[in-house]
Antibody
């Protein structure tokens, strides 16, 4: 059974780069048909799609975050990563990674990791 | 970008009630719509995909319908475990968009 687990610092300072990794277990990241996604949720708010990466490295980002987002994939480590630069307090949120199936949507989610931006 | 508008934002209901949540897309999404349930402190869980297909393991009291731009999620008889927040999401285009969410509260 495929499982996802986010990891990364829980506290970063304004203007720094938020870096998170999602480790996939129980499956391969190289199989086609899946988009490896990042989604965030501000405290007490709704879900915001950040973007996704395909195993080939192709990416698609939310236009509102595109200028600050970079995603990468490491198929050998079965991991994919999110970098969000120039963070502010507005980037404080729970960050989820998910496997987005082109037929079913985001069918598998990590448990989420809370990132706080504060000096 | 495709915008998703969900209504209502909050819904108060009792156990056993029939509940309907609506999601409207700003343009046709060809039924590429999913519904998620989120319990506080947990990651969202997919209930319905492709507008009306029930995810494996999801109780049959949940159903989805609609096409084009108008979609509904129905819970036929609300159970205690169903008090949660529900989100729609379009996955028609390369991008993805969530609705604002509907919180189902105990009346």
């Amino acid at each position: 059974q495929v499982q996802l687990q986010e990891s990364g610092p829980g506290l970063i300072k304004p203007s720094q780069t938020l870096s998170l990794t999602c480790t996939v277990s129980g499956g391969s990241i190289s199989s086609g048909g899946y988009y490896w996604s990042w989604i965030r949720q501000h405290p007490g708010k709704g879900l915001e799609w950040i973007g996704y990466i395909y195993y080939s490295g192709s990416t698609y980002y939310n236009p509102s975050l595109k200028s600050r987002v970079t995603m990468s994939v490491d198929t050998s480590k079965i991991q994919f990563s999110l970098n969000l630069n120039s963070v502010t307090a507005a980037d404080t949120a729970m960050y989820y990674c998910a496997r987005d199936d082109i037929l079913t949507g985001a069918s598998i989610w990590g448990q989420g990791t809370l990132v706080t931006v504060s000096s | 970008d495709i915008q998703m508008t969900q209504s209502p934002s909050t819904l108060s209901a009792s156990v056993g009630d029939r509940v309907t949540i609506t999601c409207r897309a700003s343009q046709s999404i060809n039924n590429w719509l999913a519904w998620y349930q989120q319990i506080p402190g947990k990651a969202p869980k997919v209930l319905i995909y492709k507008a009306s297909t029930l995810e494996s393991g999801v109780p049959s009291r949940f159903s989805g319908s609609g096409s084009g731009t108008e979609f509904t999620l129905t819970i036929s008889s609300l159970q205690p475990d169903d008090f949660a927040t529900y989100y729609c999401q379009q996955y028609n285009s390369y991008s993805r968009t969530f609705g604002q969410g509907t919180k189902v509260e105990i009346k």
